[in-house]
């Protein structure tokens, strides 16, 4: 891991006067393009060829002469062959001249191995560099462990096929689509035996990627991805605040239940198993008497992380729950940076965070917030990493 001072070290040399926002754009980048525009920063974003258009035509930032954006969100764009030229020394030194900071998103730590994000990244990140291995389940301090430790509730793992008494959640990688889902249900072995061997035969999954899946109880209830915010440089009021609340639309299982069960029965073979494949969002909220529930769950997050992964969470993350009948929280999944589902709540900014902060705030603007406010205080070194 790069110590923590080098990189303070290097963000102490950046112009403050000229700081810029960089990131991978996928996933989020649009969300922190956004905020970053309307706190004043410029941006950039860093694209893979074939995949960029949306970031250097359709949302290509126009200004006036004066330096007020016109239109878009994306001021500069650089095109790489992959992701993954962003690791080039020579870049890297580009991002620093440039006194970028830079903000992790999912696609960053997918299409660039975590072990080089940790050992040779030399540019200030605004978030968790040491959290970002916690996302990969299986590692020995992955986030359900963080979890554990945090005395946080999770659904109950299941060890083997064979201990299936009920409904479960099958979790591990498509066979395709590396950095999608090949996750299915299942209540019993049998049901698991038989739909693990069709999506076999389909190419959905492989005998090796199954081998290594997490299989949990099923928590029956709706689901609420929980868009958090933690502050270093926060010392009067609560440094954690709930920004807003997203969930998710799933291929093809939003499909599914939007048929009537007649039409679901006749479904051919490669059709009847839904796949997870995430490809949109939408907002939500939550009645109030649970959000104290909820605040909970991030305040011992926080304190595990800052035990267990020093300096501990730093910027956005997100807590995805289900919430069963009895109105209780269960964490399945983490992201220690900008959740995926945030762009729902660009430039609108999220109902919590608006009503917090008393203006349009995503996830995206508030990150930005942040990073201004330490410019302004002489205090980036406390909220990089």
């Not at 299942?186 to 090796?208: F, H, N, P, T, W």
């Not at 502050?231 to 599914?256: A, K, M, N, V």
């Not at 969470?313 to 209780?328: A, E, M, R, S, Y």
């Not at 983490?334 to 900014?349: I, L, S, Y």
Request: glycine share 8%.
């Amino acid at each position: 891991m790069i110590d923590r001072k080098r990189i303070q070290e290097i963000v102490g040399e950046y112009d403050a006067s000229k700081l810029k926002m960089g990131m991978i754009a996928s996933h989020s980048a649009l969300d922190v393009c956004d905020g970053a525009v309307e706190e004043g920063f410029r941006t950039l974003a860093i694209c893979q060829k074939g995949r960029d258009r949306t970031y250097t035509d359709y949302f290509r930032c126009k200004r006036d002469a004066g330096g007020k954006p016109l239109r878009g969100m994306v001021d500069e764009f650089v095109v790489m062959d992959k992701f993954k030229g962003v690791m080039e020394p020579a870049f890297q030194k580009r991002l620093r001249e440039d006194s970028v900071m830079f903000v992790p998103n999912r696609s960053f730590s997918s299409y660039i191995p975590v072990s080089e994000i940790e050992e040779s990244f030399e540019v200030p990140m605004v978030g968790s560099r040491n959290m970002l291995r916690s996302e990969e389940r299986g590692e020995q301090k992955d986030y359900y462990w963080l979890l554990e430790q945090a005395g946080l509730p999770f659904p109950e793992k299941i060890e083997s096929p064979e201990e299936i008494d009920g409904l479960v959640i099958v979790k591990l990688h498509h066979r395709v689509k590396r950095l999608e889902r090949g996750f299915f249900s299942a209540s019993s072995c049998d049901e698991y035996m038989e739909k693990s061997r069709a999506l076999i035969s389909q190419g959905v999954i492989d005998e090796e990627s199954l081998g290594d899946a997490r299989i949990e109880r099923y928590i029956v209830g709706p689901v609420f991805n929980l868009d958090f915010f933690y502050s270093p440089l926060e010392r009067e009021y609560s440094p954690i605040e709930l920004l807003g609340i997203d969930w998710r639309f799933e291929t093809s299982l939003d499909g599914h239940v939007r048929l009537p069960a007649p039409q679901q029965m006749t479904l051919n073979e490669g059709q009847k198993v839904p796949e997870y494949t995430v490809c949109g969002h939408n907002s939500a909220t939550l009645r109030e008497s649970l959000l104290e529930k909820a605040f909970e769950l991030a305040e011992k997050f926080v304190s595990a992380s800052r035990e267990h992964y020093a300096p501990g969470i730093i910027g956005p993350f997100c807590l995805q729950t289900c919430v069963d009948k009895d109105l209780d929280f269960y964490v399945y999944d983490v992201a220690p940076r900008v959740g995926g589902g945030t762009n729902v709540h660009m430039a609108v900014g999220h109902p919590y965070g608006n009503a917090l902060w008393r203006a349009p705030v995503s996830t995206g603007r508030r990150l930005a917030m942040e990073v201004r406010r330490a410019q302004e205080e002489g205090r980036l070194a406390e909220i990089v990493t």
